[in-house]
């Protein structure tokens, strides 16, 4: 069974900093594509950053808006992922939640299989 398990969300501070943990069970970690993506209230989920599998470049990837700020990084051996947050801003409010899947090509899941975690709620306060 595919598990992802997110943690770490909290409230914070404007400028205040944030470090999500996702721990990852049941498939190959090292053949997936893992990443973070964000739900704010009343808006569609977007994604804020992702791994390419160690199989395809193992590249990373941010959102424009996140860039210089977050810091995504894995433990492969722990089949863990991280998203350290720095200067939040109150429009990173949002629920948190961990993915994985074939390939994430910046829109969308590509291939059969993708898997969502539970999310954390990360609050930013003005």
């Known amino acids: 069974e595919v598990q992802l398990q997110a943690s770490g969300g909290g409230l914070v501070q404007t400028g205040g900093s944030l470090r999500l943990s996702c721990a990852a069970s049941g498939f190959t970690f090292d053949d997936y594509t893992i990443g973070w993506f964000r739900q704010a209230p009343g808006k569609g989920r977007e994604a804020v950053s992702w791994i390419n599998s160690r199989s395809r470049d193992g590249s990373i990837h941010y959102r424009d808006s996140v860039k210089g700020r977050f810091t995504i990084s894995s433990d492969n051996s722990k089949n863990k992922v991280y998203l350290q947050m720095n200067s939040l801003k109150p429009e990173d409010t949002a629920v948190y939640y961990c993915?994985?899947?074939?390939?994430?090509?910046?829109?969308?899941?590509?291939?059969?299989?993708?898997?969502w975690g539970q999310g954390t709620l990360v609050t930013v306060s003005s």
């Open positions: 993915a994985a899947g074939n390939f994430y090509d910046g829109r969308q899941w590509v291939g059969d299989d993708d898997y």
